[in-house]
């Protein structure tokens, strides 16, 4: 199936513009400005922004917060995450041991991760 996104403001990783996508199969075939393919599907995304996938800057996963931790791992909060259009998360470092250094901390998160 293919799909056209007209008139969107594109959001790419180096500008922002007015612009048009192609998805054949699920996959962006073209990126460009007054695309005429044919589609199945077109979408008119005029005033509308269009962005790559969503990105949450504040989880949580696996956060020792006291006594109680956080529900989800990186497994499982990534894939609920995917599952809602999120493709970018961010997570919140828990603290570490008293007096340990950030590098500590952000060891032990891949280490999770």
């Known amino acids: 199936m293919r799909t056209l996104i007209k008139n969107g403001t ?3 990783a180096g500008q922002i513009y007015k612009g048009d996508i192609l998805i054949e199969e699920g996959v962006i075939s073209k990126i ?9 599907m077109v979408i008119d995304a005029q005033n509308k922004y269009v962005l790559p996938g969503g990105v949450d800057v504040h ?3 696996d956060l020792q917060a006291g006594a109680s ?3 989800d791992d990186f497994y499982d909060g990534s894939v609920a995450a995917i599952c809602g259009g999120t493709t970018t ?3 919140h470092l828990a603290f570490g041991p ?3 250094s950030l590098k ?3 060891d032990e ?3 999770l991760a």
């Open 10 to 12: 594109l959001c790419s």
């Open 59 to 61: 989880t949580h996963f």
């Open 109 to 111: 998160y891949h280490k």
């Open 32 to 40: 460009g400005t007054s695309l005429s393919d044919e589609a199945e």
């Open 69 to 71: 931790r956080a529900v």
């Open 89 to 91: 998360i961010v997570d």
């Open 104 to 106: 500590y901390q952000i």
């Open 98 to 100: 008293k007096g340990c």
